[in-house]
């Protein structure tokens, strides 16, 4: 596996390979010739090279001291039902702002009107007809209150 030269302008986080075809190469260690770790092996995510490319370790880095950085101001919580990260939820709210499911923790739980959630819906351009918030419906429920619309 060797770096190749590519006509394509590329992100510098991307490192082209010779190779096209790995078992199971999302993830694999990319090494140098002295074996240091310099990637990690995968296809770019635009799909239209057969080759695969390298993530640079320093892209790799900074994209997980970003997660610790926002992981210590703020509480994380990511929904069972689509995977995206809830702030709502994180801040005790509902639902999810993503697919509109019921938050883990609201679940069994009496949900009521909350104002203070409307900042992280959003603004649809329909009002709720329990609570009247603008935050959206997701399958023909509030996604401040819950109330379903009929």
Known sequence: ???????RLLAPHWIPTTATTLPNAGGMPLLD????LVGIITRLTSGVSAHLFGLHIARIRASVEDYLREAQNERRVYCPDC???????GAGFFYCETCGATTPGAQGMNRYPAPQAESYYGISAVACRACGARSGLYQNACLRCGAAQR
């Open 83 to 89: 995977g995206s990260l809830s702030r709502a939820a």
């Open 1 to 7: 596996l060797r770096q190749r030269a590519t006509k």
């Open 33 to 36: 010739e002295r074996n240091y």
